[in-house]
């Protein structure tokens, strides 16, 4: 009962208060009017220059936890770029037109970062999209993201405590030099590193741009990444660049695989290969009489 009367006395009492308001000035009675705009909801975007501890093929808001880049890590976004908006529904498939634009500015700004190209040494470039549902509330943004690996055949990567920025620009561990090549018949099955003034019979001396076209053409084609390693070895030993350094060094050459042919990275690493005597200096400018016509 007490409850009930207690419900009566608020009700009366509220009456009475709303009968007896009137409207201060300045005041036009209109709720819905007088309120500001609510901002736009921010779309969430990376920071370029933040190091990782988790290698991640998505950049899920959930698991983006940079951390200082001296402390151990083994990711570091070198840039951060964006698409347009009306770059698709959901974020870019492999050979998309969208992410042959992507990795074309990360290899451009990777490669400014560095200080040389990133497939002259022991580094991988990665494109990172946002996951699909942050591109499907307008996130267009991709990290440009650079990882040392172990090795030239092992893709394992390495803990770090330092930036990569500028790591190539000079003389660095992580570029790729010479290497003593484990064969089966004619296919290379291993390269090791090893210091030049070591026994060795292979030296990197280049990265070669294939042109355009499919990835059955170029792997179809296999002389012409040969005559094109020739001239990047004549460049490197100082030598003519003409028929006879197919007599001086053999080649090897190392492709991207077919995904990332069809992203954009049509770079061939090529390297010298001396099968008639091994080698126990650099062939970089060591001319002809280094390099003999056999």
């Known amino acids: 009962m007490r409850r009930w009367l207690t419900g009566i006395a608020l009700g009366t009492v509220v009456t009475l208060a709303l009968a007896g308001c009137t409207k201060p000035a300045g005041i036009d009675g ?3 009017d007088d309120w500001a705009p609510m901002a736009a909801a921010e779309v969430f975007t990376p920071d370029s220059g933040t190091c990782h501890t988790q290698v991640l ?5 959930g698991a983006y936890d940079p951390v200082a880049c001296d402390q151990p890590h083994r990711v570091e976004t070198l840039h951060v770029g964006a698409l347009t908006s009306d770059d698709g529904a959901t974020p870019p498939a492999v050979g998309s037109a969208p992410m042959r634009t992507a ?3 990360c290899n451009r700004q990777v490669r400014t970062a560095l200080g040389a190209d990133w497939r002259s040494a022991r580094v991988w470039l990665s494109v990172v999209f946002p996951s699909p549902a942050a591109w499907g509330g307008g996130a267009r943004w991709f990290r440009c993201d650079v990882t040392e690996l172990r090795g030239l055949d092992n893709p394992d990567p390495v803990l770090r405590k330092a930036s990569l920025a500028g790591a190539l620009s000079g003389t660095s561990p992580l570029r790729h030099g010479c290497f003593n090549a484990k064969t089966s018949g004619d296919k290379v099955t291993e390269m090791v590193a090893v210091k030049c003034t070591a026994r060795h019979r292979a030296e990197f001396v280049g990265v070669w741009t294939a042109p355009k076209g499919s990835y059955k053409a170029f792997l179809d084609n296999a002389d012409r990444a040969h005559r ?3 001239s ?3 460049k490197f030993a100082k030598l003519p660049d003409d028929n006879n350094v197919q007599y001086r060094a053999g080649t090897i050459f ?3 695989a077919e995904d990332d042919w069809r992203n954009g990275n049509r770079g061939v690493q090529c390297f010298l290969w001396s099968s008639e005597r091994v080698l126990t200096r650099s062939m970089k400018g060591a001319g002809s009489r280094a390099l003999p016509i056999n």
């Open 30 to 32: 209109d709720l819905s």
């Open 57 to 61: 093929d998505v950049g899920y808001v």
């Open 103 to 105: 990795f074309s500015e």
């Open 228 to 230: 094109a390693c020739r």
């Open 232 to 234: 990047l070895i004549a």
């Open 254 to 256: 190392y492709h991207p």
